[in-house]
């Protein structure tokens, strides 16, 4: 399969406790995003990458929250110290940009669900 | 005011039906438009892009309206495998980020 993969798929922590959620996208793709989604909303832009640079941080992106993308392929994003209100699912898409033809759309993984008891 | 906003609905239409769902944007300066569809605990995926002339994809046909800033999907013919959520998706010009509309919940009924 070579579509994004998100690991783990389901996470179950207690508050207080630091979560990490890896992302690989779909080979070769440039740029990666992060999402969060609430039952009922739809997905949150949380961040992206270009690459290795994280080019933009959501305002929901408070200081807990940390994302990297160390050698532009994998992508880690941490919660530190969870708080209830985390419990969401994570969602993680990639996109080719910069060559002809590939568009702009944008494929996500299956998602990474948190429940922060 | 939201980015982009949409009716949650739900909208319950019977097998068959036509339904058509609209999405407004904000930022006027937004260059590319999609509509897609998640269902219950999954990930979105992709339904459609939206072009300025409009464009069809069997049963479903996307318009675009920069004038006014909305985005219309027509689904025709509806299954009962249509009943999903369908996200309006919005990518505004200077930033490559998405914005998601909540997204309205459809349910066809035998």
């Known amino acids: 399969d ?6 783990p798929r389901h996470k179950i922590t207690k508050r207080g406790q630091n979560v990490t959620f890896r ?7 440039n740029r990666l995003y992060w999402y969060r989604q609430t039952l009922g909303q739809g997905p949150e832009f949380l961040t992206y990458f270009q690459n290795e640079a994280q080019l933009e941080k959501s305002r929901l992106l408070s200081d807990r929250f940390s994302a990297e993308r160390p050698k532009g392929s994998f992508s880690t994003l941490e919660i530190q110290r ?16 910069g060559q002809a033809g590939s568009g702009n759309t944008i494929y996500f993984g299956e998602g990474s669900w948190l429940t922060v008891v | 005011r939201k980015e982009v906003e949409q009716d949650p609905g739900p909208f319950n239409v019977p ?3 036509t339904v058509a769902f609209n999405c407004t944007y904000s930022n006027s300066a937004s260059q590319s ?13 992709l339904l459609m892009s939206v072009y300025s002339s409009g464009n069809e994809d069997g049963r479903f ?6 004038a006014s800033q909305y985005i219309s999907l027509l689904i025709r013919d509806s299954k009962l495998s249509d009943s999903a959520t369908y996200l309006c998706v919005v990518n505004g010009a200077g930033t490559y980020k998405y ?6 919940r459809l349910k066809v009924l035998a």
């Open chain 1, 2 to 7: 070579t579509g994004v993969s998100q690991d």
């Open chain 1, 23 to 29: 992302c690989d996208p779909i080979s070769e793709h």
């Open chain 1, 82 to 97: 969870t708080e209830q209100g985390d419990s969401a699912m994570y969602l993680c898409a990639s996109s080719l940009v």
């Open chain 2, 15 to 17: 097998e068959g039906a």
């Open chain 2, 33 to 45: 438009f999609f509509w897609y569809r998640q269902d219950c605990r999954k990930e979105p995926k």
């Open chain 2, 61 to 66: 046909t996307a318009q675009l309206n920069r």
């Open chain 2, 99 to 104: 914005i998601f509309g909540t997204g309205t």
